[in-house]
């Protein structure tokens, strides 16, 4: 497996990838059943684990998994909790050396309860939402041929303010950017700050229902109709994320969603393609999206055009519902790309 000695990086070698953002253990709680009860009822479920958290911790073990050299900067706690995570994303092959060692903040902590494609989520941040732009080394950005930011809107008012010149810094020196929001649990979805971050991102990465609650704060209003979740992917829904996508292509900024079981769908500049595998059958779909953010960057850093790379993206979240928690199943590269091969991609201009 790639990365498996822990020889030091070398500090004047061009890293694949940089992953900023958020670096936590998840308590994985798996079950058909998994709503508790209260008034002090104790309930019996199938399994409880604890695994490497944090969706930029998982692209930066998924990625590394695909054969990428990965450095993750992010924050945790001077606890057991982030001994565990340096510990595991180590063990994976990624370069901790730029996570921050907070002594007086606990390292952050999600429970995660989770029956088949669908979970609840209780996060508490702690360290997560102390990283801020000074904690990025400059050199280290320098080096990078991608830069990913994962998490935004738990790290919004620490990074939040400093990400655009991060994201322009990292453009300026010759690498690529890309920005994933995942879900805002204020529900504000965005100020100027995340505007400014995505002005600086080449490429955006939201699931369906982030990208239409994104395109509604940012975008005409009424565009994307931010306020109904997609369900079944009826006409109503279809049009409205196509509106969506509209709003968050714009400025020539390449786009992927992220349809979960149904694929991708892929803009680039005039170009709208769709990307779907055949199903599989999930035990957990923890980190899926966190993956297919990994084996999209992968592809593009290798070369492949956006809706293959997006095909690559499908087949590492595919894959990696194989086993519960969101890296014990993340694929190598040689498997990525034998199920990425059986991809559709259709499409118009």
Known sequence: ????????????????????????????????DVTPAFGQQEQLVPGISLVTGGSAAITAVAAAR??????????????????????????????????AVRGGLPTGMTVALSRG??????????????????DVPGALLARARHVHASSYFLLEDSLGPGLAGLLAA?????????????????????????????????????????????????????????????????????AALDGAARVLAAAGRRLVVKLGERGALCVDGPLEQRVSLPPVTPVDATGAGDCFNAGLIAGLLSGLPLARAAALGCAAGALSTGAPGGTAAAPDRAAADRLARLASVSGQS
């Open 170 to 238: 990292a453009r300026a020196a010759g690498a690529t950017t890309s920005l994933d929001t995942n879900w805002d649990p204020s529900g504000r979805w965005g100020d100027a700050h995340l505007a400014a971050a995505m002005a600086q991102a080449d490429l955006l990465l939201p699931n369906e229902a982030e990208a239409l609650r994104l395109a509604g704060a940012l975008g005409p209003a009424g565009a994307g109709r931010p306020a109904r979740a997609p369900g079944a992917a009826g006409l109503e829904e279809a």
């Open 66 to 99: 695909l054969g990428l050299s990965v450095a993750l900067v992010a924050a945790v706690g001077a606890d057991p909790a982030g001994e565990f995570m340096l510990g595991q994303l180590a063990g994976a092959g990624v370069d901790v050396a730029a996570v």
């Open 1 to 32: 497996m790639p990365g498996s000695t822990l020889s030091p990086p070398d500090p004047g070698r061009p890293v694949d990838l940089v992953v900023l953002g958020d670096c936590n253990p998840d308590v994985l709680v798996l079950g058909e």
């Open 117 to 134: 494609g669908d979970r609840a989520i209780l996060t508490a941040l702690g360290a997560v939402a102390s990283l801020t732009a000074a």
